[in-house]
């Protein structure tokens, strides 16, 4: 067998120790590359090992640092890896996904590479943040109790000028939704820059909170180049927001984590957009799973995060796939699964994650996500809430009213004949 750099890393025989970070793939090798090479090929890059033996290498390095694969699926092309938890620096996101989730993707003796799931050790975990209000800070935060929260996100994407962004957010707060946010590509516009609209939205904010005796909450999209996202952060904080949204993939781990530092500090909840995670999540033969950015998430600490509809609305995705994830972020200990592709996790103590459930919602939608999904969610609906035939406010109104009435066990068609926002919504949609 070809060994990578002349160290051997293959040990079908070696149990993992609880100080070691174990990581699972899902590895296809070029043709005429047998599986086991390869696997020495992805450990040794992830670590220690190049292509050639080195004169650098010493004996205790080898010896202390050294990956062990333990387990080789030639069927399933499942493969895990157990490094040692000193190889990655603590709390360094970005560090650590350049050896486990790095080079090896380029390696041209792969053809497909997945990264499925990572396990990480005590020290690792603890050195993390975990997410600052989690589910039960949230319900503490709106004495919204037990339904799933309702939101929206204003529509058009782009296009509104402030003042009539501010107008559909009020709206949506009237009609009965907790959350307005904004969308995934709203930023700063001219025609709708990013300060007016906090003005203009967080004054409709307090007004439709008047109104309605409810809490009601922005997630304000923060998402730019670093130090004016702590900017925008700081004005959001001012203006007496309680949360900042974030787009994780496009603006990355290494901001994500200096922006959970000053959410910290300033007592802000963060609400994570997954918006381009298909290009690496969606293709089961290459990239990384939504499960395993998910945990970076909850692990840097978001509060609130994306994860699909169960297949339900108009986004890709599978209903075990996403209620998998929804554990993982939910959970305090997750049991490992082949079938379901996950590891063992103990999250000593982080708190869990929020899951987003967005994409294609309409009120008709709605009971079949929370029958999937549960109560600790929140339903989003954008062309679901502003495509409502009476527009905004209405829209609003039917898309709490399916949640209500699917906490009172009462059909959609039975709660319409009382509610007419949602008799329109059933006509439109149904
Ligand atoms: C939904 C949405 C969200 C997606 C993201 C959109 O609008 O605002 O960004 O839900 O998908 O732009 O598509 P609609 P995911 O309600 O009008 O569909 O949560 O799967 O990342
Ligand atoms: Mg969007």
Not at 15 to 34: F, R
Not at 49 to 75: C, D, Q, R, S
Not at 218 to 226: E, H, S
Request: proline residues 3%; hydrophobic residues 40%.
């Amino acid at each position: 067998m070809t060994i990578y750099g002349n160290l051997e890393f293959l040990d079908l025989k070696y149990k993992p120790k609880s100080t070691e970070v174990v990581v699972q793939y899902k590895a296809e090798p070029q043709k005429g590359i047998p599986l086991k090479s390869l696997c020495e090929y992805i450990a040794g890059e992830s670590s220690i090992g190049t292509w050639t033996k080195i004169n650098t290498m010493n004996p205790k390095i080898a010896k202390t640092l050294k990956p062990h694969v333990f387990y080789v699926n030639e069927k399933t092309l499942q493969i895990k890896i157990a490094y040692p938890e000193k190889l990655f620096e603590v709390g360094n996101m970005p560090g650590i996904m350049s050896s486990i989730a790095g080079n090896i993707f380029g390696m041209k003796e792969i053809k497909g590479l997945r990264f499925e799931d990572f396990s990480l050790t005590k020290t690792h975990v603890k050195a993390f943040r975990g997410p600052q209000f989690g589910i039960q800070g949230i319900r503490k935060m709106t004495k919204v109790n037990k339904r799933p929260f309702v939101g929206t996100i204003v529509k058009p994407k782009v296009g509104l000028t402030s003042a009539q962004h501010a107008k559909v957010a009020y709206d949506s707060w009237a009609g009965g939704l907790d959350i307005v946010k904004d969308d995934e590509n709203l930023t700063s516009m001219n025609f709708n820059q990013f300060d007016k609209r906090m003005k203009l939205t967080f004054k409709a904010r307090d007004k439709a909170e008047k109104e309605t005796g409810e809490k009601k909450l922005y997630f304000a999209n923060i998402t730019a180049p670093y130090n004016e996202m702590i900017r925008r952060a700081k004005l959001v904080k001012k203006l007496d927001g309680e949360f900042v949204m974030y787009d994780v993939l496009t603006a990355g781990w290494s901001a994500l984590q200096g922006i959970r530092d000053f959410c910290q500090d300033n007592k802000l909840a963060i609400h994570a957009h997954r918006a381009m995670h298909g290009a690496l999540t969606r293709n089961h033969e290459m990239g990384i799973s939504m499960l395993a950015l998910a945990k970076t998430y909850r692990l840097i600490g978001v509060d609130t995060l994306h994860i699909g509809t169960a297949g339900i609305g108009k986004m890709h995705g599978s209903k075990d796939e996403e209620l998998t994830i929804e554990q993982e972020i939910e959970f305090k200990r997750i049991k490992e699964n082949m079938n379901a592709k996950i590891l063992n996790q103990d999250w000593y103590g982080l708190k869990p994650v929020l899951a987003v459930a967005s994409g294609g919602l309409s009120p008709l939608l709605l009971p079949q996500v929370m029958k999937v999904m549960g109560n600790d969610i929140v339903l989003q609906g954008g062309g679901g809430v502003h495509g409502h035939p009476k527009g905004t406010i209405n829209g609003a109104a039917a898309f709490r009213q399916a949640v209500d009435a699917t906490m009172d066990d009462i059909s959609l068609n039975e709660y319409s004949k009382t509610h007419k926002e949602l008799a329109e919504a059933i006509h439109k949609w149904g």
